[in-house]
């Protein structure tokens, strides 16, 4: 991803933006020593992917979706797979829901790691990648390998395989793990526990830069009774709160002509941003005993504002999810039975949080469950205006004293979001402004 600094001038590349899932670009408009305007530009190449569903059995939805993402597989099938039933009407019983949930749960535990780990704690070391600090703290290099490698475990022995599972299926999943082959991974599990509450203790030392976020609307799921993962209610800070089947009525999607990924406003006019931050400032209460614990004891506590306090927020997340999947794990008991599924002519929604935040899915089905529509909002699509205004705002109110200095407080903020960049850009519209942007840029 690289940045590009626009001036009365000229139009100069300044780098590359490294640590980022795709490749895009970020434009600070700076005139008279103001900034006037910041743009992601992601122009990274369209993948197609509902058009590549229409036609299709349903049955494949969870392996095509799957492969939106190598780091995030899980969230796009259990919100494909949730879809699917709520079109069907399958009622899945709540064995199957726990252990959906523990799946889940080892996606947010290996993703949030590599996030943490690799892309983001650099910036907080003065380092430019993990081997940097690997070769001066080799023992900070091994937990974070332990705490990703957690994650993976309880992926790939529900899932099959760690990228890209295949297990997961309408209904439940195609075969179930014994008892003793999950409740092994429970010393990896409790040992990750361990080192993740030490460093995020440690990591609450750091300096973050104080990029504060707009004023936006903190968009999540919220549930009574537990923190947010596989489903819920919409709900935000500003008192909005509506149910799956009223998003795309109120998240309205529309085309930039400099992003080959679609954004999204609240009513085609307010601003919002999903993800870590979103949840736990609208269901911190509901958070793991060690994870709320963890969270007091570090003073993080909601309302964050400051978007680089993110890597606290995702590690007391990694804490909830290494507490749930090994009360998960104790309590576990395979399936007595599986739906059976009959194709049904209807609409179903699904919506869950991935590592990233809100992912929504709708599908429309034939007769014979044949695929004739889809339609997927993955959260980095979501969060691109959240990631353009938080820029925007922490150089308007902090001018850099040079230009390396810009890009370099750009980049780290772009990176406290996280954005996958390649789930972003499913889908485009290909219209005569995009066409005239890209010939402007040659």
């Known amino acids: 991803m690289g940045t590009i600094l626009l001036s009365e001038v000229n139009m100069k590349e300044i780098k590359l933006l490294t640590r980022v899932e795709g490749e895009g670009k970020i434009w600070i408009d700076i005139e008279n020593g103001t900034v006037r305007d910041v743009i992601l530009n992601i122009f990274e190449p369209p993948r197609f992917i509902e058009a590549v569903l229409r036609g299709q059995d349903y049955t494949v939805i969870p392996h095509i979706t799957a492969r939106i993402c190598g780091i995030c597989p899980v969230a796009y099938q259990m919100s494909g797979l949730q879809a699917i039933e709520d079109a069907f009407r399958v009622s899945i019983n709540s064995q199957i829901k726990e252990l959906r949930k523990l799946f889940y749960y080892g996606e947010w535990i290996q993703s949030h790691a590599i996030h943490v780990f690799f892309l983001h704690l650099p910036d907080f070391m003065?380092?430019?990648?993990?081997?940097?600090?690997?070769?001066?703290?080799?023992?900070?290099?091994?937990?974070?390998?332990?705490?990703k490698e957690a994650g993976s475990l309880i992926i790939e022995v529900i899932g099959g395989r760690v990228s890209h599972p295949v297990t997961p299926t309408t209904g439940g999943f195609t075969s179930y793990p014994r008892k003793e082959k999950l409740q092994n991974l429970l010393p990896a599990l409790e040992e990750?526990?361990?080192?993740?509450?030490?460093?995020?203790?440690?990591?609450?030392?750091?300096?973050?830069?104080?990029?504060?976020?707009?004023?936006?609307?903190?968009?999540?799921?919220?549930?009574?009774?537990?923190?947010?993962?596989l489903d819920g209610d919409i709900i935000s800070n500003k008192g909005l709160r509506l149910n799956r089947y009223e998003f795309d009525s109120i998240f309205l999607e529309y085309q930039s002509p400099h992003s080959t990924a679609k954004k999204a406003k609240i009513n085609g006019k307010e601003p919002y941003t999903v993800g870590p931050v979103s949840r736990f400032n609208n269901n911190f209460e509901k958070l793991s005993m060690e994870a709320l614990n963890t969270s007091r004891r570090i003073n993080l506590k909601p309302p964050v504002t400051d978007s680089s306090k993110s890597i606290l927020v995702r590690m007391v997340e990694i804490i909830h999810s290494l507490e749930q999947s090994i009360r998960l794990i104790k309590n576990y008991a395979p399936p007595d039975n599986q739906p059976v599924i009959n194709p049904r002519r209807a609409t179903g929604y699904g919506i869950s949080e991935a590592p990233r935040g809100i992912l929504w899915h709708r599908y429309s089905f034939d007769s014979d469950g044949k695929i004739t529509e889809a339609n997927i909002v993955p959260p980095t699509a979501q969060n691109q205006d959240a990631m353009e205004l938080t820029v925007k705002k922490y150089l308007s109110e902090s001018i850099p004293v040079t230009l390396e200095d810009a890009v370099n407080q750009a980049e780290k903020i772009v990176r406290n979001f996280d954005p996958c960049i390649s789930c972003a850009t499913h889908f485009l519209k290909l219209d005569e402004s995009l066409k005239k942007f890209r010939l402007n840029q040659k």
Do not use: Q
Not at 128 to 146: D, V, Y
Not at 193 to 213: K, Y
């Open 126 to 147: 003065g380092k430019g990648s993990i081997f940097e600090i690997g070769r001066e703290n080799p023992e900070l290099l091994k937990s974070a390998l332990k705490i």
């Open 192 to 229: 990750a526990l361990e080192i993740t509450v030490s460093l995020t203790e440690r990591f609450s030392r750091f300096d973050f830069t104080g990029a504060e976020f707009p004023d936006l609307h903190f968009v999540s799921l919220f549930k009574e009774d537990e923190y947010p993962i």
